[in-house]
């Protein structure tokens, strides 16, 4: 199938097949290690192309670095639309693969606890990107954030992004119901309009997960019986909070405290996680970066172990007292 950019009218030679998903697959491409094309299974529907020319049009250096965000897009010989151009993305895991000591040991084996923090920084100011140039991820889950050697994040997925434009949204049809907000539960992901302020709970439990060793929010121990993490959501039964008692809920056994990583941090995932129906005071991204990089500039060594950090104002290691514990 020949292959050319609608904006100059060059042609793209594909070469290896990098990867393959639900909507197509991705390859490389000949004479450009810089970019890939993903290659729809299905030619996509007007508004999928009304949205992808949107988004080449809108494309910048600082979307380019926080996102794999479409910079062309691809006709075939008849002028259809086959797929698109994005930046190629390196040598990167999910971000999932930092959650567990044990995968963590396999996937980044000098990774320790600064590096977590720094993880977690670089994913808030690629959001905070997104966020700035006016648009919403809306399907934000540890299944499209990427995670380089480095620490550095990027997003992927990114035509499923939801884009504002000055006339219309184009809208994200797709989520994950363990990082959607509550206020959005019970109702068809086709369709909705999200906001920033809903990417901000998402954010919120994947920075949870990255500091807590995967261990979701809403994941606890309930006095009345079974409780999935889905209806605690939707319940705002966020197991960390210390009003969660009077409701029945508390942390799993053998989980760090709330305050593990300083006041600061607690507090903001009080806001994120409030009881609050729709709550708008949700940390932005902004607020994470500097809640995040003060507890980075916190982290003092562990006399025990070279990869536990924990905040100079704890009186001992908190990795060494969990192990003990467990």
Same mark, same amino acid.
């Given at each position: 199938?020949?292959?050319?950019?609608?904006?100059?009218?060059?042609?793209?030679?594909?070469?290896?097949?990098?990867? $393959?998903? +639900?909507?197509?697959?991705?390859?490389?491409?000949?004479?450009?290690?810089?970019?890939?094309?993903?290659?729809?299974?299905?030619?996509?529907?007007?508004?999928?192309?009304?949205?992808?020319?949107?988004?080449?049009?809108?494309?910048?250096?600082?979307?380019?670095?926080?996102?794999?965000?479409?910079?062309?897009?691809?006709?075939?010989?008849?002028?259809?639309?086959?797929?698109?151009?994005?930046?190629?993305?390196?040598?990167?895991?999910?971000?999932?693969?930092?959650?567990?000591?044990?995968?963590?040991?396999?996937?980044?084996?000098?990774?320790?606890?600064?590096?977590?923090?720094?993880?977690?920084?670089?994913?808030?100011?690629?959001?905070?990107?997104?966020?700035?140039? +006016?648009?919403?991820?809306?399907?934000?889950?540890?299944?499209?954030?990427?995670?380089?050697?480095?620490?550095?994040?990027?997003?992927?997925?990114?035509?499923?992004?939801?884009?504002? %434009?000055?006339?219309?949204?184009?809208?994200?049809?797709?989520?994950?119901?363990?990082?959607?907000?509550?206020?959005?539960? +019970?109702?068809?992901?086709?369709?909705?309009?999200?906001?920033?302020?809903?990417?901000?709970?998402? #954010? %919120?439990?994947?920075?949870?997960?990255?500091?807590?060793?995967?261990?979701?929010?809403?994941?606890?121990?309930?006095?009345?019986?079974?409780?999935?993490?889905?209806?605690?959501?939707?319940?705002?039964?966020?197991?960390?909070?210390?009003?969660?008692?009077?409701?029945?809920?508390?942390?799993?056994?053998?989980?760090?405290?709330?305050?593990?990583?300083?006041?600061?941090? %607690?507090?903001?995932? #009080?806001?994120?996680?409030?009881?609050?129906?729709?709550?708008?005071? $949700?940390?932005?991204?902004?607020?994470?970066?500097?809640?995040?990089?003060?507890?980075?500039?916190?982290?003092?060594?562990?006399?025990?172990?070279?990869?536990?950090?924990?905040?100079?104002?704890?009186?001992?290691?908190?990795?060494?007292?969990?192990?003990?514990?467990?």
């Amino acid at each position: 199938m020949q292959l050319n950019r609608r904006s100059n009218n060059a042609s793209v030679h594909l070469v290896e097949q990098l990867g $393959r998903g +639900g909507e197509g697959v991705v390859y490389a491409i000949a004479n450009d290690a810089n970019v890939v094309a993903k290659i729809y299974s299905q030619p996509p529907a007007a508004e999928k192309i009304e949205k992808l020319e949107l988004m080449a049009r809108m494309s910048n250096a600082s979307l380019s670095r926080a996102a794999a965000w479409p910079i062309d897009v691809l006709v075939d010989e008849q002028g259809e639309v086959r797929g698109l151009l994005m930046p190629r993305i390196q040598a990167r895991q999910d971000i999932h693969e930092l959650y567990s000591p044990r995968s963590r040991s396999e996937a980044f084996p000098e990774a320790d606890v600064r590096f977590l923090v720094n993880v977690g920084i670089s994913l808030a100011r690629a959001l905070d990107c997104v966020h700035r140039n +006016g648009h919403v991820v809306g399907d934000l889950n540890h299944g499209n954030a990427l995670v380089d050697e480095d620490g550095s994040v990027v997003l992927i997925d990114a035509d499923s992004f939801q884009i504002n %434009a000055a006339d219309r949204s184009y809208l994200c049809d797709v989520g994950a119901p363990l990082f959607t907000a509550p206020e959005l539960h +019970g109702r068809a992901f086709r369709g909705m309009h999200r906001t920033q302020n809903h990417d901000a709970f998402g #954010l %919120a439990v994947l920075l949870f997960q990255l500091l807590f060793m995967g261990r979701h929010p809403f994941a606890g121990r309930y006095s009345g019986g079974e409780m999935p993490i889905e209806r605690a959501i939707r319940e705002h039964l966020f197991a960390y909070d210390p009003s969660a008692a009077s409701l029945g809920m508390s942390p799993p056994p053998f989980t760090l405290p709330l305050q593990t990583f300083g006041e600061e941090i %607690a507090a903001l995932f #009080l806001r994120a996680f409030a009881r609050a129906e729709g709550s708008s005071a $949700r940390p932005t991204p902004s607020e994470w970066i500097a809640g995040m990089e003060k507890l980075r500039s916190s982290l003092t060594a562990c006399s025990v172990s070279v990869y536990h950090q924990f905040p100079e104002t704890a009186r001992t290691c908190c990795w060494c007292e969990l192990e003990l514990e467990s």
